[in-house]
């Protein structure tokens, strides 16, 4: 029965009838072992969001930030936030592409070499030619791979990261969808991905990206890349972010640059939420590109770097474990006390950071309020940076932005 009734609630996600769906969603959901395929169905269905009226698409974002967010707790943790998830779902309109769709389409394009294709995939999107880009792209990934596709869509993206990062959070997203969801059905993210980037980046030239000589580069020295940005040695910067970037560092790269998106986030959290893309980008891009995107945010993105001392943590006040995770509880509903007290008692104290994160992604269904697709962006942002920095530098992530949020 519980197999026939998410079949159902499969069946029901590409439509708008909210209420059957969200009823079948309350009685499935009874059982945790199936959190895992809805929220993989969710980013099958979501990847063809599509709404002419948008410039920016949020809905493969918000389905995949919601993703990394309940990979940081186990079900039934994280019940509310994939409820909302759901909800949100029908509330997308959506192409009706399906993988052997996309996969016929792009098999009727002929033949041609990796460069010949990546030139052509650049020129559709250049002349808004989505009818052709989408399937040219998922013809790449059939030919070479997904990883290959991916990176060709993520480097188009360089050309011209977009108002707040947007067009290269869209290729990201999109992108890592097609990976987690594998060949055939990750074709569909990538066709829409073409669809996506022929509206934002039509008419953007290409941007050559250089390869540094060897002599030119740095030390890959975290640091002395803090030790420089902190006193504003950026004549000297370059060097060691190519270092970091040609010998397999490119994420740990952005650690001073998420410490500093962290203190000032931007506007609805862009600014982290870019920087946090960026790091994502990575494993994606090659080294020359890699060194190339973290030089320009570090030039651009904020002008204050360095941890700031009274953010460091000290010596624990209390040991009670359960009295810590009950303030941050109410941290997180009344905002008192505030989250810079009660998550630097928990961290003192030594309760983990993975405990920590799961508590903030158990609580967001208790947040009734709010700008969803934003607040669901920021977050991830905030708790997968404190995930990357570690216990001695998560407070500044975690302080900033549950102090903020929901937006």
Do not use: C
């Amino acid at each position: 029965m519980a197999s026939k009734d998410l079949e159902r609630l499969f069946a029901l996600l590409p439509t708008f009838e909210h209420q059957k769906g969200i009823r079948l969603f309350d009685d499935v959901a009874k059982d945790p072992a199936t959190a895992g395929p809805i929220l993989q169905e969710l980013l099958a269905v979501v990847s063809n969001h599509d709404d002419p009226q948008l410039h920016t698409p949020h809905g493969v974002l918000t389905i995949h930030a919601g993703r990394e967010l309940l990979r940081l707790t186990r079900p039934p943790g994280g019940l509310g936030l994939l409820r909302f998830l759901i909800f949100y779902n029908f509330s997308l309109p959506k192409r009706p592409l399906t993988a052997s769709q996309v996969e016929a389409a792009a098999r009727a394009i002929p033949s041609a070499s990796e460069e010949d294709q990546a030139l052509a995939y650049r020129k559709f999107v250049f002349e808004r030619m989505g009818p052709k880009a989408a399937p040219l792209l998922a013809r790449i990934a059939l030919d070479h791979g997904i990883e290959t596709a991916a990176h060709l869509a993520i480097r188009t993206s360089l050309d011209d990261l977009g108002r707040l990062g947007h067009n290269l959070a869209l290729a990201v997203g999109y992108a890592d969808v097609a990976s987690i969801l594998g060949l055939p059905r990750g074709l569909v993210p990538l066709a829409n991905l073409g669809y996506v980037q022929s509206v934002g980046l039509q008419g953007v030239p290409p941007t050559e990206i250089s390869t540094p000589a060897p002599s030119d580069r740095g030390k890959a020295d975290a640091g002395s890349l803090a030790s420089l940005l902190e006193e504003w040695e950026f004549d000297r910067v370059q060097p060691v972010l190519q270092a970091f970037a040609y010998e397999g560092g490119a994420d740990e790269a952005y650690r001073p640059l998420l410490i500093a998106a962290s203190a000032e986030p931007g506007f609805l959290g862009h600014t982290l939420t870019e920087v946090h893309t960026a790091r994502l980008a990575s494993r994606f891009l090659t080294p020359s590109e890699n060194a190339w995107l973290s030089w320009k945010l570090y030039r651009t993105l904020t002008t204050r770097f360095g941890y700031p001392e009274f953010l460091r943590l000290g010596k624990p006040e209390n040991q009670d474990r359960p009295s810590m995770l009950a303030a941050l509880e109410s941290s997180l509903r009344y905002k008192s006390p505030p989250a810079e007290e009660t998550v630097r008692h928990a961290l003192e104290a030594d309760v983990p950071l993975e405990d920590i994160l799961a508590a903030v992604v158990d609580f967001y269904g208790q947040w009734t309020v709010g700008e969803k697709e934003h607040t669901i962006s920021y977050l991830n942002a905030v708790l997968q940076t404190a995930k990357f920095l570690g216990k001695e530098e998560a407070l500044l992530p975690l302080a900033i932005g549950l102090s903020k949020l929901p937006f």
